[in-house]
């Protein structure tokens, strides 16, 4: 059966010339979906940047600068429609609900859990489910640049164990309808996909859970207990967070007054002439303790109980938890002049906040995985606050075919054909000359004829999947880096040398280069 020849990324080709600039279809592999555009609205991926080079200059940046953007962020494409707006698409680890393959087959349970998890990472303001198609979660958060309020509205859904993540940036504003009209419109235009396939198995970053916050009693005010005489204090909470305690009161007039704190002397003053007296008393320690105002005539006792407050801790960025390349730049604020600590594998440094609290630190990972590393704030008067932040670390390409090369086994075409499965996961490289195209899920799949007999004619055919940014024409000679898969396709008998129609094998292009 001879497949018919298609499109690699674009489906243009089938529509009507006057649709063509508003109808475009972009596949993406590797992240399991493809999205058409409608109309008005222009699409930004990562090999299309140069043919929108006016617009990026509009905007104010470079085309190096959007990519590298993109590439740290994990961004898939970005929409601008023309009405106003900009959407990114990203597509990040599911971390606990990986195994999950859509939010559709989710339970009312499983999708109050996702939604909760979200909303008890601290880093949205609302998290709430919407039942567009696919199922969403809504995300909302706010934050301050440069004086300017600047609000982000996120829709995240569940697909084949990853989150596809749609974000739009709002700045001066709060997130309106027309906001969420627009994100709708584009996820309008995405089509999920079947299945997806993987450049590289990578492991899957696990969020850690923040901790439960410990629960602060109400401050109300302390017991009093009378010892003796006449003598009225106030200004003693049963619960406080504050070191320093400003007491005052009457008792005998120009009395010598002391303040102990379980027993120890914690401040003094002399009461005025009326009696009245205010005194500042510094707390020694946390915990239960018996604070005492006396003079030689009275004496007052309290127990209080005194809890450092936590240093504040939000990590700003990165937003993404995967990165490519060796080192991550992790931002974020805490209390003003506060020191925070990293620790993790081959990190342990620190960096002191500046006056707003703001902060940033490096983080390198040698090689490709996932880690987790510890952020503590520490600040005298305050408890120490920690952060656990778990980051994956991907090869970029250079890396993955250097990775790739060390691994190569000699292939043999007769016993690829005999046994696709033994050749399951191992890494080879084939040169051929492409016979034509074909879709498989969602996948541009190139059928390459991997032998040339001396009378010049191609045969012994091998289906490739192609990465998505690999743009060939029929009749080129490529050398393909591939990844065998247990999967055959039928292939024509006129690529075949007794003529015969064969199951021919697939396999997965990790590089290729072309040979002139």
């Given amino acids: 059966m001879k497949h018919p020849a298609l499109a690699l990324l674009l489906c243009a080709a089938m529509l009507p010339a006057g649709a063509l600039a508003q109808q475009t279809t972009y596949v993406f592999p590797y992240e399991g979906f493809r999205y058409t555009q409608n109309e008005g609205e222009t699409v930004l991926t990562q090999t299309n940047l140069s043919e929108h080079a006016d617009l990026i200059a509009s905007l104010g940046t470079t085309q190096e600068a959007v990519l590298a953007g993109y590439m740290a962020s994990g961004t898939v494409m970005e929409i601008i429609p023309e009405d106003g707006g900009q959407i990114a698409v990203s597509v990040v680890s599911a971390g606990a609900f990986s195994e999950i393959q859509s939010m559709d087959e989710m339970s009312d349970a499983q999708l109050e859990q996702l939604r909760k998890q979200f909303e008890e990472s601290g880093l949205y303001d609302a998290c709430e489910l919407t039942r567009t198609s696919p199922v969403c979660v809504r995300l909302t958060s706010s934050a301050m640049v440069a004086s300017m ?144 105002v006396m003079t030689d005539e009275a004496e007052r006792r309290f127990t209080l109980r005194y809890e450092k407050p936590a240093a504040a801790l939000e990590i700003l960025e990165p937003t993404e938890l995967t990165f ?80 790739f090369r060390q691994k190569v086994i000699e292939a043999n075409y007769a016993a690829l054909v005999k046994n696709p499965a033994q050749y399951a996961g191992k890494n080879f490289i084939f040169r051929g000359k492409i016979a034509e195209f074909t879709d498989y899920d969602g996948t541009p799949c190139a059928l390459v004829l991997t032998d040339n007999v001396s009378t010049g004619v191609w045969n012994d055919p091998v289906w490739v999947l192609l990465k998505s940014d690999m743009e060939f024409k029929e009749g080129d000679i490529i050398t ?25 094998p697939v396999a997965r292009a990790v590089y290729a280069t072309e040979n002139k």
């Fill in 324 to 403: 490519t390349g060796d080192n991550v730049l992790i931002k974020g604020v805490t209390e003003p002049e506060a020191t925070v600590y990293v620790t993790g594998k081959g990190n342990r440094t620190n960096v002191k906040a500046g006056r707003t609290g703001v902060f940033s630190v490096r983080i390198f990972m040698s090689d490709a995985g996932t880690e987790s590393f510890t952020l503590r704030a520490s600040l005298k008067e305050y408890a120490d606050t920690e952060i656990t932040l778990t980051l994956t670390r991907e090869l970029t390409e250079r890396e993955q075919l250097a990775a």
């Fill in 480 to 504: 393909f880096y591939l990844i065998g898969l247990e999967q055959t396709i039928p292939a024509d008998g006129q690529y075949t040398k007794d003529g015969a129609e064969v199951e021919a």
């Fill in 149 to 292: 309020p600047v609000y982000t509205l996120r829709y995240a859904t569940l697909h084949l164990g990853q989150m596809l993540m749609l974000t739009q940036t709002v700045v001066g504003r709060v997130c309106d309808e027309t906001d969420d009209a627009r994100m709708e419109q584009v996820l309008g235009g995405v089509k999920l996909l079947q299945s997806r396939t993987e450049p590289t198995p990578t492991p899957t970053p696990v969020p850690t859970p923040p901790p439960e916050p410990t629960p602060v009693p109400t401050p109300g005010v302390a017991e009093e207990e009378t010892v003796k005489g006449e003598m009225t204090v106030e200004g003693v909470p049963a619960y406080t967070n504050s070191r320093v305690l400003t007491l005052s009161g009457t008792a005998q007039p120009s009395r010598e007054l002391r303040v102990t704190v379980d027993g120890e002397p914690a401040g003094r003053t002399t009461t005025k002439k009326d009696g009245t007296f205010s005194v500042n008393v510094s707390l020694p320690r946390e915990g239960e303790l018996t604070l005492a």
